[in-house]
């Protein structure tokens, strides 16, 4: 025996692991041992006990599940390709640590005779009866060894798998819906529903240090996270050697070494006393984001969101959901695949469905949902984000009014490769060559006003766009002492020759020089901007800050540049999320704030970082919130306001409730403060206690309180659109002391805000994936079914009958119910030109005579020149910077209620909908019915047929109504645009295109020292502007106008999906009469098989697919 094992464990060389996570990757790890262990298959007589000890210990590190990627199943390879399950090698180990180990409280007793692992540990499950009962809920595991009679052999030890019924999976056979309650081919990634008793041994036949022991406590217990592989502490020093394949999904994994901390140090004693030896674990509890389960924080420690937070309970991150990957990627490479691949050669309906089979084998990937993360420049974004990825020092973050992001900062999730990799994206030639000219005519046009001699008040915007430019030209010739004031504009220019002569305009064959200039600096600081690209690695965050700092910084490449990607491993970011931290949008520079905005527009969630001191009463946070709102919807803003740690004393905004439990818990401080200087010394210390308690108490229901009402205020009806927007506050300079192990945080972590912001951005792309591996379950089992139909071989109808049955009722379009569509459009039409005389007239009039009250005359006189838009200074104001007042943006605020809501055009969509569904139901059953009532099928079996065919139909209502909603996203979406306000461009609106051509005509009229000049100026404007011709009756056409194509296109679509339905059904019946065709001999010889593989399968994916919930399908 002991040279048996001896030879054993040297010839052991390789250990594959199954992978499996959430991102749905499917792999086979292969770890080398040998090296790790120094040995050879030549060495196992040569092994001394110590040796074999090493050996052994090491060979369980390797397998170790907190040292591993993901669940899974672990088979040891040896040298001479036999395999050995992982109970062989427990039994192994127990034999070895029969020979030195006593009998303890935490001691595992082999018993020699069925070399059956018996556990003797209150904390620990033992096997047999005991296992049983524990499986249960309930007894206590017994603490005498079993015997072979009461404690039959359990299957193959897996530590990676999180069993739904782990008494099914004995021996690693095949499981059946009776036993695991999820039908199919064995799954040993299964992570299932049942999972009630999670217990197994972890065994070593030396114990770890102390040291390793505590950092592995936890890590014995963890079930696998939903994470694409297992976070290692920080307080690691080590690094993480990886290796990536590429598995049958076409995919890529990391997978890694055993980590560098689990080694045994020169220190590490052999000879462990007992009370450090290992105990034995049970997984139980929640997970955490980084792997394992949550561990415990404690204060005055690092905070790892990795470790001490749950991962958020949504549906991607279920055991059903990830139970359901598993099945459906095993069925489909194991099951499906190798039963059709054999045939493929012998009939195209097999070779069809093959093709389809494999080019659908893997779960669908998305991209990533992107956040954009706005607000007022000096917000505290950047400090929101750093605290939300975990790393304080992630990406410059300072309290400024002008953006310490200079550039788009976007962060990625990575799998493999460096620590980190950054990716700067330049602009193209054209769009940097276009940034030069203008910037240098903004700077021009400012020169030649000012030598003019206009006021203060006349030169406002002007000199904002030439206070951007400067900033442009100064960055970007810093070499060359740049441009550090406006009052250098006319001998920067004059040096180049670029002052232009009375309205001429600088052109791009005289800025030509410049670029040039720009591009030799890039390239003597090794970048190539032609390239459009700039790639580098970094170690750590520090040469990340340092590297970037020239493309986001002052003095740099900044203004060239698009985006900066920044990719590392982020298990928040794993979870499908891209987080884009854009410029402030009231920065100073004009350019970055429509760079800000501009690429927001991109981004399918928002949010909108402000401080929540005196949030409900800044009318600059509320309307720059409203204009948020009204582009996005609220289901896409949440608002996240910092500085939840600040204490507000006021009570005015509380309810009975809140002040009674108030003043309950002050009357309790208050006896408990006067025990403080009772003489007893025991009831003192108990008194601080109290005190110490009361008073956490106290701020955390003012907390609460504040946050109660700050929410309410925020879901008012004028900031709803589409709903209410999700309101969080986040405590930053708390969850920083956290992440850095000071102590003095105000708030304990859980209320600072941040986890909720996490699980927050989990949400959308948690829907998204399920719905797409849905939509992939819902396809592959009706392609199953309709294959499983071809193997029964059912006796077809005559080809040129069929043919006239579907001929007969499957010639329908969508074009037929396109009129009711068009009326209710024309009806919607109508209805906005009613509203015009009945509301836009007098509400419009209103409002421009409020301007002529509000500003003076010269004021009237800037705004119209500058095309409605510009910062005033009214009298009695403090503000330091003007906020920027737009005419466009009152009146667009009087359309847009109007103009958003086309109820009844949608009503009159889904009415459509519903005939469609009914047509698509009746235009089935008539071919059904016309098909069994054919004489040359009466009494063939065509259920099967039948069943594809009401597969089929459910399939394409289904799409249809899918179709509906993305319809009226892009109908609200089209509409959206059309009642926002934004500088004049050829893209704008059309009510702001009108709007300033107004403007500008009245500008032009009455030039300067006309007589009664304003007064001409808003007379002209007043009737322009409710005139036939006026920004609301154009903004109705382009409304209309925009809406028509896409009805148009959604008919188009729904017309290809249905004759999609109808192309399905007839292959069912008439695949057999085209191309290459099996006999029926042969058919009915191969048949049984392909029936018996595929049925199987199909009965293991509808169990996963009905196990959805209602609201998830």
Known sequence: MATDVLHLLSSITTIEVGLISPGCIYSLASIDCTDALGLTSTQPTALTDEQLRTHSRALMRSVHPDRNSGRGDVTVAGAAGRRYSYQVILDIFSLLNGCTTRASSNTIIPTK??????????????????????????????????????????????????????????????????????PGSFNPFNNGRNASSRSFPIVMSEPFSDKEKSNMDTALQSSRSAMPFIEEDDDIGSKIKSEVKTEANDRQSPLFEPHASVKRTAEDDISTVDSKKPKIFTESGPRAYGGGLVRQYTPGTKYNYLRHETIPDLEMNSDHHLG?????????????????????????????????????KSVPVLLPTRFALIGNSGSGKTSTLNNLLGKPDLANADASPESVTQSIQIFNHAIQGVEYQVEVAFL???????????????????????????????????????ESSKQI?????????????????????????????????????????????????????????????????????????????????????????????????????????????????????????????????????????????????TPELESALRKIIKRRFAENVCLVLKGKEIV???????????????????????????????????????????????????LEHRTNVRERYITAHFHQKKFQKGGKIRVILVANKCAEKYTLGLLGAILPYYMTGHPEVRAYMCETPSRDRVLAFIRLLENYIAKLRRMIVWTHGPKMPPQEAAMVIFQQYARWTVDDYMEPLDRALEAHKFSLSNRCKSMWVDGAQQKMEEWSKTYPPRTQGVFIRQGGRHNPRLKGSTEKKPQLVSW??????????????????????????????????????????????????????????????????????????????????????????????????????????????????????????????????????????????????????EVCANMSPLLEKWAADINTRCAAMHKELRDVLFKSFEGKKMSDARREQVGPAIRSALEKARVALQAELDGYAADVL
């Open 428 to 466: 193209n030639t054209r769009a940097i060559k276009n940034l030069i000219v203008n910037s240098l005519n903004a700077l021009a046009t400012y020169v030649k006003r000012m030598a003019e001699g206009e006021s203060e008040e006349d030169l406002e915007h002007v000199r904002l766009s030439a």
């Open 113 to 182: 005779a069925d070399s059956t692992l018996v556990l003797n540990s209150a904390a620990a499950v033992s096997t047999g009866s005991a296992a049983s009962n524990s499986s249960h809920g309930g007894g206590t595991p017994s603490k005498t060894p079993s015997t072979p009679s009461s404690a039959p052999r359990p299957g193959p030890f897996n530590p990676f798998k999180n069993s739904r019924n782990a008494s099914s999976r004995a021996g690693g056979s095949q499981t059946t819906p009776s036993s695991t309650g999820r």
């Open 473 to 617: 030209i100064d960055d970007l010739f810093f070499h060359q002492n740049g441009l550090k004031s406006l009052d250098d504009a006319e001998e920067f220019l004059e040096s180049r020759q670029l002052l232009p002569q009375d309205d001429e305009k600088i052109t791009d064959e005289a800025a030509e020089p410049l670029y040039q200039a720009i591009c030799e600096r890039a390239t003597s600081e090794g970048i190539n901007l032609e390239q459009r690209s700039h790639v580098f690695a970094a170690k750590d965050v520090p040469e990340v800050r340092a590297k970037t700092a020239k493309f986001s910084e002052r003095g740099g490449f900044a203004p060239t540049v698009s985006s900066i990607c920044t990719k590392f491993h982020s298990s928040l970011l794993a979870q499908g999320i891209e987080i884009a931290d854009l410029p402030g949008f009231t920065d100073t520079n004009e350019n970055l704030r429509k760079t800000s905005n501009n690429y927001s527009e991109n981004c399918q969630k928002v949010i909108f970082v402000a401080d929540s001191s005196r949030c409900m009463t």
């Open 324 to 360: 359901a990957i598993k099945t459906f990627l095993s069925n489909a490479k194991d099951a499906v695949i190798p039963a059709l691949s054999p045939y493929v050669d012998e009939d195209k309906s097999i070779k069809d469905a093959h093709d389809w089979f494999k080019k659908n």
């Open 648 to 698: 507000d004393k006021a009570t005015n905004k509380w309810n009975k409730v809140e002040l009674a439990r108030l003043e309950t818990m002050e009357k309790s401080l208050k006896i408990a403060k006067s025990q403080m200087n009772d003489d007893d010394e025991t009831i003192q210390a108990q008194a601080k206690v109290q005190v110490q308690n009361i008073e956490r108490e106290i």
């Open 888 to 1037: 466009v943006e009152d009146l667009l605020a009087i359309a847009e209620d109007d103009v958003l809501n086309f109820d009844p055009l949608m009503q009159a969509i889904h009415n459509v909908q519903g005939v469609i569904g009914e047509n698509i139901s009746k235009t089935v059953d008539r071919i059904r019915y016309d098909l069994e009532r054919l004489d040359t099928i009466r009494g063939a079996n065509l259920d099967g047929v039948f069943e594809v065919f009401e597969d089929e139909r459910k399939l394409c209502i289904r799409d249809i109504d899918r179709s509906i909603q993305e319809l009226e996203k892009n109908l609200k979406s089209i509409v959206q645009k059309s009642v926002t306000d934004e500088p004049f461009s050829e893209d704008a609106a059309a009510f702001v295109k009108v709007a300033v051509k107004i403007l500008d005509t009245a500008f032009k009229k009455f030039p300067p020292k006309t007589k009664n000049l304003t007064k001409e100026r808003m007379g002209l404007i007043k009737n322009k502007v409710i005139g036939n011709e006026g920004p609301y009756k154009q903004m109705i056409q």
